[in-house]
């Protein structure tokens, strides 16, 4: 048995209250080398006495390329535990402690240093996911682009709208809220039910991530008015609102910075930053990646993007004052949090405390691209955008630099990551404004975007799909992936569109059993399939990536999407959904 291989840590993704009467315990071992977990446990100040100390199995839910993963739900009368896990290899029968491994004699049980402990299990502790959101599907829009309804808002010098024009950095096409308004009935048609904006507020810039004002929708997108009236009928309609904020930063025309700029030392906000000196250097836009150029911290080194001081006490309370403010008055259901990862958890923390407070179901989720255990504790977000699943699928479906199982490995090992109820929250989407289309990405083969799109959507999480995508929407990296919204409909792909709407109608059918079941992954070469299973009800899904077609039973199934099937064959890149039974390769 390799002992090194063994790992377990309470009060993490390893032992934590799943609701409040459950507690999930989970052991990693080295792949393919144990046999058989057990854990002993029970009352930390009973289990001395007869019969108190009890012994029950492990299941092996998850394998990554190095590991095993054993988990145990467990509930019972105690809100405290003590236990230790005996494992079992060919070769020999191990306790594995809070010291380490233990030989498998019966004394190590009558010591109590030996044994993990939770203490306590808090309901205050627990990590309370909005539930709401694993019934949602998101629409990520960027506002400048989405839809022009109010011509009277559009910026001097804005270029037609037209798809086909390749967006550079400081373009202007009129975007706004209105027009997102007005077209509520074919989001709703779609089957969207959760609204994911880019920033409104105040900024000089089409993208509004460096923020003048945080208390104003910006003049080219509207006003509060039409914002209020957007929010009302968005929730009239069963739809959620989210919110982006940057709160690491904020753009150089803001009046705190210009105060700055203008009066030195003088400056009441001169502490509100993170300056090395003073005066502040004029510094052009052209050099902004000569991180020698500018004397104070910015977002990466983008001169008009000054970073907050967020462990300043005045700046905190400004900060929270904003957070709290678009809860208050508009009823705002979740903030997306721009460069969270580049602010102090401090911070993170007094934020979930009040807007939570606010608003108890409220949904925080953090822009993150790594691995983001740190921030997913229960105490700062709920979610971050889920980068390394998209990454993963990407690979496999998209540029097809992945097979199977690879695929079948990192989604195994970032699920392992988190507690159940965060997977079940997690942001999960294939592009956003930061990346390319998924389209691009997959050299235009459209069928594999479908089935890109089809396999992210049966992944635990809330899926998010970004505008345009379902119209065949096409572009490269930032600012290319910005194009406006193909409204003309000979720039729409009408078939992707279809495509997308059964694939949304089917999540939200199915979310409760998707969030809610065990999912399993079975690979043969490079043929995966999903198998989802709750309440002795079974989906399945197979996405054919190999090169030759594939023969399935499906008689007496129902077939909920299917693409490229003929009879029973799934050709060479299609993929079929099944709703039913146990189904045989």
Request: net charge negative; aromatic share 12%; hydrophobic share 35%.
């Amino acid at each position: 048995m390799d002992k090194a291989a063994i790992y377990h840590r309470p009060e993490s993704e390893y032992a934590y209250m799943y609701d409040s009467k459950t507690v999930h315990i989970r052991i990693r071992t080295k792949k393919d080398n144990v046999e058989k977990v057990n854990i002993l446990h029970g009352d930390p100040y009973l289990i001395y006495l007869p019969n108190q100390l009890m012994k029950s199995p492990l299941t092996k839910i998850a394998s990554s390329r190095w590991h095993d993963y054993w988990q145990i739900e467990l509930s019972g009368p105690h809100r405290r535990m003590s236990y230790i896990f005996e494992l079992e290899a060919a070769d020999e029968i191990i306790y594995y402690s809070d010291i380490g491994a233990l030989s498998h004699e019966v004394s190590h049980l009558d010591i109590a240093y030996n044994y993990f402990k939770l203490p306590y299990l808090h309901e205050a502790d627990r990590f309370k996911e909005p539930r709401w959101v694993k019934d949602t599907v998101w629409y990520h829009i960027f506002p400048e682009r989405f839809a022009n309804g109010d011509p009277s808002l559009t910026p001097e010098g804005a270029l037609p709208w037209n798809s086909t024009i390749v967006p550079k950095n400081r373009d202007f096409f009129g975007g706004d809220l209105k027009g997102i308004y007005d077209h509520l009935d074919y989001l709703e048609d779609l089957g969207i039910n959760g609204l994911y904006f880019c920033p409104i507020f105040e900024a000089n810039s089409n993208h509004k991530y460096d923020t003048v004002d945080y208390y104003e929708i910006d003049k080219h997108f509207g006003d509060k008015e039409m914002f209020r009236k957007l929010v009302d009928e968005a929730h009239r309609r069963g739809m959620r609102v989210m919110l982006d904020a940057v709160f690491n930063h904020i753009g150089s025309h803001a009046p705190q910075w210009l105060d700055i700029v203008e009066k030195g030392e003088q400056s009441i906000y001169k502490d509100w930053f993170h300056i090395h000196s003073l005066p502040i250097k004029a510094v052009d836009m052209k050099d902004y990646r000569n991180y020698q150029a500018i004397n104070y911290d910015a977002f990466g080194y983008v001169p008009n993007m000054p970073k907050w001081n967020t462990s300043h006490p005045e700046v905190k309370q400004h900060l929270l004052a904003i957070a709290k403010y678009w809860i208050e008055e508009f009823d705002i259901d979740a903030w997306r949090l721009d460069v969270a990862n580049e602010v102090d958890h401090r911070f993170w923390r007094s934020f979930h405390d009040e807007v939570t407070a606010l608003k108890p179901d409220f949904y925080i989720v953090g822009e993150i691209w790594h691995s983001s255990q740190a921030w997913l504790q229960g105490d700062q977000f709920h979610a971050v955008m889920n980068y390394p699943l998209t990454r993963a699928i990407s690979d496999f479906f998209l540029t097809k630099t992945a097979n199977a199982t690879e695929l079948n490995e990192r989604i195994q090992e970032q699920t392992m990551l988190y507690r159940k109820q965060t997977n079940q929250v997690m942001l999960n989407s294939l592009d956003s404004h930061d990346t390319p289309r998924i389209l691009t990405i997959a050299g235009g083969d459209k069928k594999a975007v479908k089935s890109a799109l089809a396999f992210m959507y049966l992944q635990q999480g809330s899926p998010c799909l970004y505008y345009g995508t379902e119209m065949g929407l096409d572009g490269g990296n930032d600012p290319e992936c910005r194009k406006v919204m193909p409204w003309d409909p000979e720039q729409q792909d009408l078939d992707m569109h279809a495509f997308v709407r059964q694939l949304i109608h089917l999540r939200r059918e199915y979310a409760h059993h998707i969030v809610n079941g065990t999912t399993s992954y079975q690979v043969e070469g490079n043929l995966i399939m999903v198998e989802i299973v709750y309440d002795e009800k079974v989906i399945k899904g197979y996405f054919n990536q190999s090169e030759e077609s594939v023969t399935v039973e499906k008689d007496g199934l129902e077939v909920l999407l299917e693409l490229m099937v003929e009879d029973h064959e799934i050709q060479a890149g299609g993929l079929m959904i099944v709703n039913g039974s146990m189904v045989k390769i």
